[in-house]
């Protein structure tokens, strides 16, 4: 199965959906108030026109009356401009309306996202959370504009043109509304097939996006194994699929409208057969007839236009099923008793952000940690980490090795609050992480990573990522710590200078050298480095080695290594196997143990001295 099938969801009317999708017009009333006034409006001057002409063949042409024929014909003229200010007035708010409200939906659904935990994104493909901002918001707003108050003046005008027909003759009006069985069984049709057709093109756009969005950021691994073909021509495949799809749909539009034009072509051939009979029996005036003609021209396309309207509801109903789907995702990670206790729940704000700046420098007694007995499953009785303790003191230097799947980048993941602990605390400065704002948190930690991310923007703009207390002569001091400066300095416009997508420009230590300047900047209690030096070449390790002690002094750090070369000198070395915590202690003690840190120790160093 695939991962997108349950793109295929909902129903063509849920009045349940409907209800929510209502209440993002209520802060527009007055603009809906005004739009829907217009369309009404328009209405009754759609439905004056017809009439205007029987009164004009009736009472002015049949009599040779030109004055009246005069007034009459300004009258038509007045209608017309009166019509065209109405429908700019009803176009122009809806326009506007369905604007503010796709920007407010949209702002919602990044703000969830930005909220949901790591777990989320591991379970679902960029391709279709793009899918939800972009493609569903742009069908709630044709439902919007064109769809939920516009639908009130087709059926004010279809309402009004029964009216009108049954009081100028009603025998006249039931042969016009004869054909209403066959205009019902072609709009049936027209709905079951075009309802299942849109489907399918949803979850062909939605394939189309996550594949491009995979593929063209891993274009260099595609090319490096030389994949081009294979993945051209899946993309075939999904493309062509996308394409049949919207050719199915196009087949049932190129049906449907021909076939209501024969039914009201049909309906006009009837009136004029019983309307032209009784006319010339002298029982139906000929502008009567006429107005039935025009009238029943008319009757027919607000039930075109609402079959229409009915596929942009459908549609609606769909693309807000999946976009209600992510906003009710839960956000397993909230802030704990500080914010319960100030009533901001994590629900009620969009975005987290520092509400201080960092402190010059650290607290000395700040950043104490502790894990207590924590075990940790990313899927239920899949432990990955098993009754883990250690601590770590403030300012205290913390190194933590193991093998490829160990566990180590998972305690960073719980320390950092990305996931929660199965089993056991975890402990910062006596108070438990889960009864901690998530800001106030994550603003203890600088973190980095082996893969830097790198925003679009300037270097300075990486360095502070928005942080408005990061002036740029802190931005100068951290690169300079870090020796950054030397190539940001050999740019053609420094820190100005542009950065690429996901720093494409700049070359791996680069990037490397740029995320420290970032932690740096920010001056956090608690330095976080994940595999930080695996990457670089040995004068940038070298480099970043000497960057590394300015950067730890009086701070507490955990350092997760592969090269043991880059965590002899901590404090303390953590060794974890297959999720435990096996071995504790410096480089010497765990050395003289000769257990898994020792032979870890010689298959990076085997031709060395060990002793």
């Known amino acids: 199965m695939s991962i997108h099938d349950e793109e295929i969801l909902g129903k063509a009317y849920d009045a349940r959906l409907m209800r929510r999708l209502l209440t993002y017009l209520r802060p527009y009333t007055r603009h809906v108030a005004l739009a829907l006034a217009a369309i009404i409006s328009a209405s009754v001057l759609q439905l004056s026109q017809p009439y ?35 429908d700019y007035i009803q176009t122009w708010t809806l326009q506007m309306t369905g604007q503010r409200i796709m920007f407010d939906l949209r702002m919602q659904v990044y703000g969830h996202l930005q909220r949901l935990d790591l777990q989320f994104y591991d379970r679902n493909p960029v391709g279709r959370l793009m899918t939800r901002v972009t493609t569903d918001v742009d069908v ?32 006249l009006a039931l042969v016009a509304f004869s054909v209403l069985p066959l205009i019902v069984i072609v709009t049936q049709w027209f709905r079951r097939n075009v309802r299942e057709s849109y489907r399918t093109v949803r979850t062909w756009i939605a394939r189309i996006n996550a594949f491009l969005q995979e593929h063209i950021t891993g274009m260099p691994t595609v090319q490096l194994f030389r994949r081009e073909r294979r993945a051209y021509e899946r993309f075939d495949g999904i493309n062509r699929a996308h394409r049949d799809a919207n050719v199915d749909s196009i087949f049932y539009y190129a049906v ?5 034009e024969v039914v009201g072509a049909l309906a006009s051939a009837l009136i004029i057969w019983y309307g032209g009979g009784w006319t010339l029996q002298g029982t139906i005036a000929i502008g009567s007839l006429v107005a039935f003609l025009l009238y029943s021209q008319r009757f027919f396309r607000p039930i075109s236009d609402m079959s229409e309207k009915f596929n942009v509801l459908q549609a609606a109903m769909a693309s807000s099923e ?49 894990f207590e007995q924590v075990s940790f499953a990313y899927n239920p009785g899949e432990y990955v980490l098993r009754d883990v303790s250690f601590e770590v003191r403030p300012g205290e230097r913390l190194g933590i090795v193991g093998a490829t799947g160990a566990g180590k980048s998972t305690l960073i993941n719980l320390l950092l609050r990305f996931y929660d602990v199965t089993e056991g605390r975890i402990l910062i400065d006596g108070r438990d992480v889960r009864d901690m704002e998530l800001a106030e948190v994550r603003r203890l930690f600088s973190l980095v990573l082996q893969d830097v991310h790198l925003f679009s923007g ?9 942080e408005r207390s990061i002036d740029d002569e802190r931005v100068r001091r951290a690169a300079q710590a870090v020796h950054a400066d030397r190539f940001v300095q050999a740019l053609p416009l420094g820190y100005a200078s542009p950065v690429a997508e996901r720093g494409a420009t700049l070359s791996v230590g680069q990037k490397q050298l740029l995320s420290f300047a970032r932690a740096l900047a920010f001056n956090p209690r608690v330095l976080v480095l994940d595999e930080a030096t695996s990457s670089v070449d040995t004068e940038t390790e070298l480099l970043i080695r000497d ?24 404090d303390k070395i953590l060794v974890l196997h297959k999720g435990q915590l096996r071995e504790s202690g410096r480089h010497q003690d765990l050395l003289a143990q000769r257990g898994i840190y020792y032979k870890l120790y010689q298959l990076q160093y085997r031709d060395q001295d060990v002793g």
């Not at 709630?140 to 049954?166: A, E, H, P, Q, Y």
């Open 322 to 370: 999946r976009i209600f789907k992510l906003l009710d995702t839960p956000v397993q990670i909230t802030s704990g008793l500080g914010a319960r206790g100030s009533g901001l729940g994590s629900q009620e704000r969009p975005m987290l952000r520092a509400t201080h700046a960092p402190s010059a420098r650290p607290d000395a007694g700040e950043g104490h940690i502790a």
């Open 547 to 570: 960057a590394l002690h300015v950067l730890m002094a009086g701070r507490t750090t955990i350092a997760i290594a592969h090269r043991l070369s880059t965590i002899q000198d901590m």
């Open 256 to 260: 449907f409208y021909p076939l209501v």
């Open 52 to 86: 205007l002409m029987k009164l004009a063949i009736d009472r002015y042409i049949a009599t040779g009356d030109l004055h009246g024929l005069n007034r009459i014909a300004m009258a038509f003229v007045a209608i017309l401009f009166a019509a065209f200010a109405l």
């Open 140 to 171: 709630l707003n044709d439902m919007f504009t064109s769809g939920v108050v516009s639908i009130f003046g087709d059926v004010f005008t279809l309402l009004g043109i029964m009216i009108v027909l049954i009081t100028m003759d009603w025998r």
């Open 458 to 466: 300037t270097i300075a703009d990486n360095i502070r990522l928005g």
